[in-house]
Nanobody, 124 residues
Framework: QVQLVESGGGSVQPGGSLRLSCAAS????????VGWFRQTPGKEREGVAC????????WNIMSVDGRFTISRDNAKTTVYLQMNSLKPEDTAVYYC?????????????????WGQGTQVTVSS
């Protein structure tokens, strides 16, 4: 059973930082990809960044002026999203998702496993 457990969300003032974590388990393939997506009320979910757990290739598909960085741990079971210089418009529910496809890039439709989401609120 695939499980994705996000943590690290919360409230922060503009200019602050947060690091989101996604612990992935149950994907019984030699390669898989994990991505971060976010959704604000009234808007469609959008991709932030994705990473190949096997070779670390990254797709940064959201223009955040280098403020966000996706990475994985050496055990290749946890993915992080480091978010710096946060802005109010970054407020959203952030979701971690996984794909067992060979080359899903960061297209949401290619990610079939989703976490429950974690709220990030940037406000003064």
């Amino acid at each position: 059973q695939v499980q994705l457990v996000e943590s690290g969300g919360g409230s922060v003032q503009p200019g602050g930082s947060l690091r989101l974590s996604c612990a992935a388990s149950g994907l019984k393939v030699d390669y898989f990809h994990v991505g971060w997506f976010r959704q604000t009320p009234g808007k469609e979910r959008e991709g932030v960044a994705c990473i190949s757990m096997s070779d670390g290739v990254v797709w940064n598909i959201m223009s955040v002026d280098g403020r966000f960085t996706i990475s994985r741990d050496n055990a290749k079971t946890t993915v992080y999203l480091q978010m710096n210089s946060l802005k109010p418009e970054d407020t959203a529910v952030y979701y971690c998702a996984a794909s067992g496809l060979i080359h899903p890039t960061c297209a949401e439709k290619n990610y079939g496993f989703w976490g429950q989401g974690t709220q990030v609120t940037v406000s003064s």
